[in-house]
């Protein structure tokens, strides 16, 4: 199975900043990697898909990059409905994986 | 617009079985693979099923495989989820979710949730 590391578990902002989610995948899977935020008790939404394309309705500050092992969930200027866990997806192979997640949260 | 409604949750014992059912709307199911995501509790996401729009071919993860089964009745624009043998680690909140058309390779919207409680 192809295990995705998302880092930082927790990441402490203050709004208005701008971050860098890192999600790293055990082997290499070209751009087969999609983003998600989850808010508290609510489904998750998605974000990016293949690694850096964007998804109609989604706030423009969202952007994703990387290919191979290295992905990055960026956000610029964080806003206050931001803070929320973010996850990245797998897609190359079966089974499909998750990252474990990154929680957004203010400083 | 897109809805998918689960249900079908509930506490069961181990042991015992449950089904899960997904009412989709809003789009044509019969040219949609779906799946199963769940979510254990304080937990991340992991993908437990998916189905193909005609549902000629499931995918399943190891852990339900011989245990759950992935179905669907396009007639009445449904999915379901039979789940036997439910073990303790089944305890999770189910996510229905529809893959994209082209690829398959991303959920593009998800219900939300339902709610599997496997105790004695």
């Known amino acids: 199975d192809i295990v995705l590391t998302q880092s930082p578990a927790t990441l402490s902002v203050t709004p208005g900043e701008s971050v860098s989610l890192s999600c790293r995948a055990s082997?290499?899977?070209?751009?087969?990697i999609h983003w998600y935020q989850q808010k508290s008790n609510e489904s998750p939404r998605l974000l990016i898909k293949?690694?850096?394309q964007s998804i109609s309705g989604i706030p423009s500050r969202f952007s994703g990059s990387g290919s191979g092992t290295d992905f990055t969930l960026s956000i610029n200027r964080v806003e206050s409905e931001d803070f929320s866990v973010y996850y990245c997806?797998?897609?190359?192979?079966?089974?499909?994986?998750f990252g474990s997640g990154t929680k957004l949260e203010i400083k | 617009e897109v809805q998918l409604v689960e249900s079908g949750g509930g506490l069961v014992q181990p042991g015992r079985s449950l089904k899960l059912s997904c009412a989709a709307s809003?789009?044509?199911?019969?040219?949609?693979?779906m799946a199963w995501v769940r979510q254990a509790p304080t937990k991340g996401l992991e993908w437990v099923a998916t189905?193909?729009?005609?549902?000629?071919?499931?995918y399943y993860r190891d852990s339900v495989k011989g245990r759950f089964t992935i179905s669907r009745d396009n007639a009445k624009s449904t999915l379901y989820l039979q789940m036997d043998s439910l073990r303790s680690e089944d305890t999770a909140t189910y996510y229905c979710?529809?893959?994209?058309?082209?690829?398959?390779?991303?959920?593009?919207?998800w219900g939300q949730g339902v709610m599997v409680t496997v105790s004695s």
């Open positions: 189905i193909s729009y005609d549902g000629s071919s499931t």
């Open positions: 809003g789009f044509t199911f019969s040219n949609y693979g």
């Open positions: 997806q797998q897609s190359y192979s079966l089974p499909l994986t």
């Open positions: 979710a529809r893959p994209d058309y082209y690829s398959g390779d991303y959920f593009d919207y």
């Open positions: 082997q290499g899977i070209s751009t087969s």
């Open positions: 293949f690694a850096s």
